[in-house]
């Protein structure tokens, strides 16, 4: 098992007031990610819990990605990984955004 954060500085704080948002399932190819609205405007949090080890370089190029599509200030978020594809991070980051921003899916 592997784990690692990685830490951005952001443009703009992410919008809305929900506090907290959970997307996904922990699953052989999915993940389940939790977000919570507790860092600092100008920061984005990353946390990576994953059974498959070797991938740092992938979550890095995949979460700097999300980071500058989203610029997800103030937020931190909390990823189980079942052995996702990139696609499916994407994916899970970006509904997570959504939800927390008090969107629909």
């Known amino acids: 098992m592997e784990n690692f954060q990685l830490r951005h500085i952001v443009r703009q704080g992410a919008r809305g007031d929900n506090k907290i948002a959970i997307i996904g ?10 977000v919570e609205r507790v860092m600092p405007d100008a920061e984005c949090l990353v946390e990576i819990k994953t059974a498959v080890d070797g991938f740092g370089e992938v979550w890095a190029a995949v979460v700097a990605d999300f980071v500058d599509r989203y610029s997800p200030g103030g937020l931190r978020f909390s990823i189980n990984d079942g052995g996702a594809r990139p696609d499916t991070v994407s994916l899970r980051l970006a509904q997570a955004v959504r939800l927390i921003e008090g969107k629909d899916q």
């Open 25 to 34: 399932v922990v699953a052989s190819g999915n993940l389940e990610v939790l």
